[in-house]
């Protein structure tokens, strides 16, 4: 029988953490050449409805981005099955900087000084988030009143976003989208999280399977809204809101509804506020000073 040793778990999880980072750079960048052909008038409307994206499932380079996005999502679960989240997650920061040098060389579009301070907010403010919410989260158990908060919430959001996306979705901005996605991937994932937990206790109930089920449709509805932020902004933008947000609204559901901080200090708590507002700033200079998106807002003032 082969002993691994922890050392070399971790060394592997690491580089199954930065390859799982080049898939989602690689699937970005992509997916947003895919988009972009959709969306390449002048039109203010670049809300792409169900049979723009039915049409985007056909093309090769979309289906590549997707094959790159599974690729990278498989890596980073053996990632996180071999190393503590403290270790692993951060390093999927990597693929907003990879992501910017991919797409400046294929739009040929050189990455000015302000993108960059934008992209080290992000990536200092999620890393930083991460590790302080990694060092004092302790798990739980889950029961049904849990896992009702928690569907109930994101029933609401849903209903919410259905809603605007039908409304006010012409005049949305692709930063719109990245937070809708970001929200409800999160969600995604702390209902994922205590599917396995509730399987782990031996407790797989109806609620649970009701909780797999919404999962699925509302990881539809997100990837919905990531392929409309493509049609309206560069991908650098899509992964930095994506990796600053989702997490955080992760981290958020774990210490108000499941309580997994309970031990944080005041000290920690501020923490968590400071490095989510670095990172949250991060992103906004990115949807502000951008060089597509300067160039897109150019465009706008001149028709």
Not at 53 to 69: A, E, K
Not at 109 to 127: E, M, V
Not at 203 to 219: K, N, Q
Request: charged share 15%.
């Amino acid at each position: 029988m082969i002993v691994v040793s922890p050392e070399f778990q971790r060394a592997l999880a690491i580089v199954l953490s930065l390859l799982a980072a080049l898939g989602l750079a690689f699937g970005a960048q992509f997916q947003n050449q895919a988009s972009e052909k959709k969306s390449g008038d002048r039109s203010t409307d670049t809300r792409l409805g169900p049979k723009a994206i039915l049409r985007l499932v056909s093309r090769p380079r979309w289906l590549l981005g997707m094959t790159c996005l599974v690729a990278g999502g498989v890596c980073q679960i053996s990632a996180l099955v071999l190393a503590p989240l403290i270790v692993v997650q951060p390093l999927g920061a990597a693929a907003l900087v990879i992501t910017s040098l991919l797409n400046a060389r294929s739009t040929k579009t050189k990455i000015n000084r302000a993108t960059w301070w934008a992209i080290s907010l992000c990536t200092f403010g999620i890393a930083a988030f991460v590790a302080a919410s990694a060092s004092v989260a302790k798990e739980s158990h889950l029961d049904d009143g849990n896992l009702a908060q928690i569907l109930l919430v994101l029933i609401v959001l849903c209903v919410l976003f259905a809603i605007s996306f039908f409304t006010f979705a012409k005049r949305a901005r692709a930063t719109t989208y990245i937070v809708g996605a970001a929200i409800l991937y999160g969600f995604v994932a702390s209902l994922i999280k205590a599917v396995v937990q509730r399987i782990a206790q031996g407790d797989f109930s109806l609620l649970t399977l009701v909780c797999l089920v919404v999962s699925g449709i509302v990881m539809l509805m997100g990837g919905w809204f990531v392929q409309n932020a493509y049609a309206s902004g560069p991908p650098e933008l899509v992964i930095a809101g994506l990796t600053v947000m989702d997490p955080m609204v992760a981290v958020s559901i774990g210490v108000i509804i499941l309580g997994e901080a309970k031990q944080a200090s005041a000290l920690t708590l501020f923490i968590f506020v400071a490095t989510a507002m670095v990172a949250i700033i991060g992103v906004w200079l990115l949807s502000r000073f951008h060089p597509e998106m300067l160039k897109k807002y150019e465009r706008s003032k001149s028709q």
